[in-house]
């Protein structure tokens, strides 16, 4: 069974930086599009990032873009978010996915991690 599993949320004071980790068994992210997306309180699920099968194709959202960076080992099924210069509106719990086309829509993706906090204190 396909599953993904977030790893490395926390808290964080602003300015500082985390690294996600989103390992996939059972072949979720075989020939796969990986994306990160996120969802504060009261809020909607928001897209954050995505990256190709291959890695040669990254999308960021405008709001993450230039602090936040997607990556991907193959060899591992492992998708990675690197975020730099957090600020408390990154505050969210962060998902992964994994779907056919790396799509800013989560309608695209067909699997989904259970989350992992991340929070940024001022």
């Known amino acids: 069974q396909a599953q993904l599993v977030e790893s490395g949320g926390g808290l964080v004071q602003a300015g500082g930086s985390l690294r996600l980790s989103c390992a996939a068994s059972?072949?979720?992210?075989?020939?796969?599009?990986g994306a990160w997306f996120r969802q504060a309180p009261a809020k909607e699920r928001e897209f954050v990032a995505a990256?190709?099968?291959?890695?040669?194709?990254?999308s960021y959202a405008d709001n993450v873009k230039g602090r936040f960076a997607i990556s991907r080992d193959n060899a591992k099924n492992t998708v990675y978010l690197q975020m730099n210069s957090l600020k408390p509106e990154d505050t969210a719990v962060y998902y992964c996915?994994?779907?056919?086309?790396?799509?800013?829509?989560?309608?695209?993706?067909?699997?989904w991690g259970q989350g992992t906090q991340v929070t940024v204190s001022s």
């Open positions: 990256i190709s099968w291959s890695g040669d194709t990254t």
């Open positions: 996915s994994a779907g056919l086309t790396s799509s800013t829509g989560s309608q695209a993706y067909k699997y």
């Open positions: 059972g072949g979720a992210f075989t020939y796969r599009a």
